[in-house]
């Protein structure tokens, strides 16, 4: 049965779409079964994977959350990547409508999980990619999912950020989704040489203690090109810092026992 | 009169907060008259200027918008900052929840539009900072606003989202506000010794032409740096490149033509 993990946090550019694209490419590059679902209406997961345009008339994550009652079909909506064991499905600028269409929608925080939930016998994994934003999206995606995985800049506006990403974690565990846990948080684009760096590091680690994951990826200018390619890091550049940063995090995912 | 600016890209972590506190600050150490409005509910531009927690109960930029009918009287709003000619209207969480309870309001777009306007003759430019998304919070900022500067980070998700974002302009310039202008285009965190860098500011400049601004902000500490302390980089170390960049940026912006 797969783990449904929602990389999430509402700061934006901290490095969710370049982290659930690759520990997903590694997992399945390993021999693991992973599912992409992209949530962000700027389809930066769908183009990072190199399917941008790609999808079927109607056959986007927009038209998945909109119809007039839940979808229970999900198996139109999946795509295969150029990396074996690793599908999506993908959004497009569409779903930029999906936020306002769904507040009068039935079930509008759950339609997500509704559609995923008969995928987890098919896949280990499912990544969620969420928007940087706390609105019906993003909800949607902490209610599909088991855990989160919490990317994170080391700096000052992000930490600020993180006190209401877990007010929200709360809010969603005492309504919508009881089991919802926290995977890990992973500190991106690292840069040792700067205090702001090690200090916010510092403070995530007192915070967050064995959640933390002991990988760190640095900034590594290979995973801001690989997107242009449309290939994960792990396939465009395999020996570069940022595709063994990923590899040693998917090794970190596996060998965690998913707390109960 | 006041030229309202909207800080706008729906892509995250790009700069628009760093860029409105920075060039907001600039303006008014050089006499110039300046306003801040925060319309992202993750608050970062007012904590960015010290101001967090600061505001009077029921005093947010969240209870500004969703009264019964748009709200025309601005001023228990606007709070001084520590930088003389520098005010602000302040946002906290609340404000997520803006963008499903506007839904269904009256005149959901042009709330802050009507807040705004009479505070026109006070100042001489008007900075709103938008969230990374093109909903409603951004909607309304795009429709109080004369023109958009719009930051950019030079890598290729932030690249792509620009086509986005120019149509989401051309749809408001379209029905609700003939008027809106692009007043520039900022190249925000460059590295010029990256290829992907002065490939991506080769195409934006290739593309929006004499609307990239000369000024371009390079990557510096200081600017992650000052917000901790609550102060604008230019009073946090003024001597920095960050500071000095944002000072180029707002003799540039003030020597510029408005166009009609
Ligand atoms: N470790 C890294 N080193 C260098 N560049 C990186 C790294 N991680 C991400 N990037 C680049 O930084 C930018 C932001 O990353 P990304 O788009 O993955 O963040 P995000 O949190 O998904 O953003 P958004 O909030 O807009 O969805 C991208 O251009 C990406 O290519
Ligand atoms: N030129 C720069 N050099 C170094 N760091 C910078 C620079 N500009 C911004 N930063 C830092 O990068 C991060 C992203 O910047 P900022 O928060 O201003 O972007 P944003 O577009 O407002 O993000 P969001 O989409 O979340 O609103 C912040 O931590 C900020 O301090
Ligand atoms: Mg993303
Ligand atoms: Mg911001």
Chains 1, 2 share one sequence.
Do not use: W
Request: include cysteine; hydrophobic fraction near 45%.
């Amino acid at each position: 049965m797969a783990r449904v993990i929602a990389v999430v946090n509402q700061k934006g550019g901290v490095g969710k779409t370049t982290t659930a694209i690759n520990i997903a490419a590694a997992l399945a590059l390993s021999g693991t079964r992973a599912l992409l679902v992209d949530a962000d209406p700027q389809g930066n997961l769908t183009s990072g994977v190199g399917l941008k345009g790609q999808m079927n008339e109607g056959r986007t994550v927009y038209h998945a959350l909109t119809t007039a009652t839940a979808c229970t079909e999900p198996d139109p909506f999946v795509l295969r990547t150029s990396v074996d064991r690793l599908d999506l499905i993908g959004a497009d600028r569409q779903l930029t409508g999906a936020e306002i269409e769904l507040v009068t929608l039935p079930q509008r925080e759950e339609r997500l999980r509704i559609l995923i939930d008969p995928l987890r016998a098919r896949y280990d994994f499912i990544f969620i990619d969420c928007p940087p934003s706390l609105g019906l999206l993003t909800l949607n995606g902490l209610v599909a999912a088991d855990a989160v995985l919490i990317p994170l800049h080391c700096e000052y506006f992000a930490l600020e950020g993180l006190a209401d990403l877990v007010g929200t974690l709360r809010r969603v565990r005492a309504s919508l989704n009881p089991a919802l846990d926290i995977e890990g948080v992973l500190l991106t684009m690292y840069d040792e040489r700067t205090n702001l760096g090690q200090q916010v590091a510092n403070d995530v680690r007192a915070f967050f203690q064995e959640k933390v994951y002991q990988t760190v990826i640095p900034r590594n200018v290979r995973l801001g090109e690989a997107p242009s390619h449309g290939l994960p890091v792990m396939v465009y550049d395999p020996k570069s810092k940022g595709a063994e940063a990923y590899a040693a995090l998917a090794r970190e995912l596996r060998s965690r026992p998913a707390s109960v």
